[in-house]
């Protein structure tokens, strides 16, 4: 016989502790405003961080920890390593929490691989939490403290990284205003693996409403930013974890061919990225792999782009840089520590777009300095180089992508 329960036997708690954890847009700010009965968590906002909210229910008082969300899709591996900190992290501001509650959105569909993607998350905190004792969780300390020891590193090493690059641009844009070097128009490469959001950043630099199409042909799209002439070509994107060789020819001759689409070559490159996205070893492969095929030299025309900001899941974009590791930091030294991050939910502010515009026009005055040769980025078009092997690439004369001249 099942014994009977009542909550009347269950002793009155002085004070619920709870850990709200989800997805993105899933409705844990609602959930959080309807236990309260307050307005207290912003709806709409994305959670980038731990908030820690109070209240009360019934006359109890209330303490709710809200945890930034994954991609809905995304297992853990492709979860931005920050985020799994900052889920990490919530039990530190919530010591043996009496409940975790996972907030799902019935209003869309719940797939397999949704299932996967939350049992993946949840798994972060199941290593810690050692037991569970009467009315809470017991925490494993000695865990805990050593993944605080991390997200303390990478919050520092952010700090020095944002402290030293600020003083590095400041430099430079002082020196660039220097030069008589002007650029009536903008010439601009968009790079990126399929989803990573490169219509999102050519909306919001040419303040279009383009819908999002996987297109097999590079785009060329013009448009006026701050009275001056901006021309964007869009490539066709790649599989993230493909290697070229998997990356069918004729979208690797579309991505040769993008160059000489804006004569006599682009300014800039912009490789996008996925916000609140990991950025593993196979995708640094992946993207090396790509980029050759614009040229050994197009390291140095290129600014990474992380787009769609507003899910970046980390309260500064050098936290996302330093956490996740020696991948994303190698390419971004790569791009000699050039970066930039657009946010959808800020398209009316100019601010944004006009720091990257400056940003490309800083990189396009230092690179001026050399010529472009256009008959090798011919040459890159033609793919010709593709069957050559890395030692006749040494050899040869180089075919690299070279910024073009101001004109």
């Known amino acids: 016989m099942i014994p009977s329960f009542s909550l009347v036997d269950c002793p009155a708690l002085p004070e619920i502790k709870v850990i709200i954890i989800g997805s993105k847009a899933?409705?844990?700010?609602?959930?959080?405003?309807?236990?309260?009965?307050?307005?207290?968590c912003k709806v709409g906002k994305e959670i980038v961080e731990?908030?820690?909210?109070?209240g009360t229910n019934q006359g109890r008082s209330v303490s709710l920890v809200m945890t930034p969300g994954w991609w809905?899709?995304?297992?853990?591996?492709?979860?931005a390593k920050y985020i799994q900190m900052e889920i990490v992290h919530s039990l530190k501001l919530c010591p043996a929490p009496h409940a975790f509650l996972l907030v799902i959105n019935l209003h869309t569909p719940f797939?397999?691989?949704?299932?996967?993607?939350?049992?993946?998350?949840?798994?972060?905190?199941?290593?810690?939490?050692?037991?569970h004792e009467g009315q809470c969780f017991q925490i494993d300390c000695r865990l805990l403290e050593d993944m605080e020891e991390k997200r303390r590193t990478v919050k520092k090493q952010a700090e020095e990284k944002d402290t030293e690059l600020c003083m590095q641009y400041n430099q430079l844009k002082k020196n660039s205003g220097e030069k008589s070097c002007d650029f009536p128009e903008l010439r601009i490469v968009l790079m990126g693996g399929k989803n990573s959001g490169k219509t999102s950043v050519m909306n919001i630099i040419l303040k279009n409403k383009k819908d999002i199409s996987w297109s097999k042909?590079?785009?060329?799209?013009?448009?006026?930013?701050?009275?001056?002439?901006?021309?964007?070509?869009?490539?066709?994107?790649?599989?993230?974890?493909?290697?070229?060789?998997?990356?069918?020819?004729?979208?690797?001759?579309?991505?040769?061919?993008?160059?000489?689409?804006?004569?006599?070559?682009?300014?800039a490159v912009l490789l996008v990225l996925r916000s609140g996205a990991a950025f593993s070893k196979a995708h640094r492969r992946?993207?090396?792999?790509?980029?050759?095929?614009?040229?050994?030299?197009?390291?140095?025309s290129c600014i990474v782009v992380f787009s769609r900001g507003e899910w970046m899941g980390t309260p500064t974009i050098e936290e996302h840089i330093e956490s996740e590791g020696e991948n994303l930091q190698w390419l971004i030294n790569k791009c000699g520590n050039r970066y930039h991050i657009l946010n959808n939910m800020e398209q009316d502010d100019g601010k944004q777009?006009?720091?990257?515009?400056?940003?490309?026009?800083?990189?396009?005055?230092?690179?001026?300095?050399?010529?472009?040769?256009?008959?090798?980025?011919?040459?890159?078009?033609?793919?010709?180089?593709?069957?050559?092997?890395?030692?006749?690439?040494?050899?040869?004369?180089?075919?690299?992508?070279?910024?073009?001249?101001?004109?």
């Open 26 to 40: 899933e409705y844990k700010c609602n959930a959080a405003n309807t236990i309260i009965g307050q307005k207290e």
């Open 50 to 54: 731990n908030e820690k909210i109070h």
């Open 72 to 79: 809905k899709s995304f297992i853990l591996a492709e979860s």
């Open 111 to 131: 797939t397999n691989m949704h299932l996967k993607s939350v049992i993946d998350h949840m798994e972060i905190l199941e290593i810690l939490v050692a037991e």
């Open 217 to 267: 042909k590079c785009v060329m799209s013009e448009g006026q930013v701050d009275n001056r002439k901006v021309i964007l070509i869009d490539t066709p994107g790649w599989w993230p974890y493909a290697s070229v060789h998997e990356t069918p020819e004729s979208i690797q001759k579309q991505i040769k061919a993008s160059a000489s689409m804006c004569p006599p070559g682009p300014h």
């Open 286 to 300: 992946s993207v090396k792999e790509h980029m050759k095929l614009l040229g050994q030299n197009v390291w140095k």
């Open 353 to 407: 777009v006009r720091e990257l515009m400056e940003k490309v026009e800083m990189m396009a005055r230092v690179n001026t300095e050399q010529t472009p040769v256009e008959e090798e980025m011919l040459d890159i078009d033609s793919g010709c180089e593709s069957n050559m092997s890395d030692q006749d690439m040494l050899g040869r004369r180089s075919a690299d992508l070279l910024p073009p001249e101001s004109k």
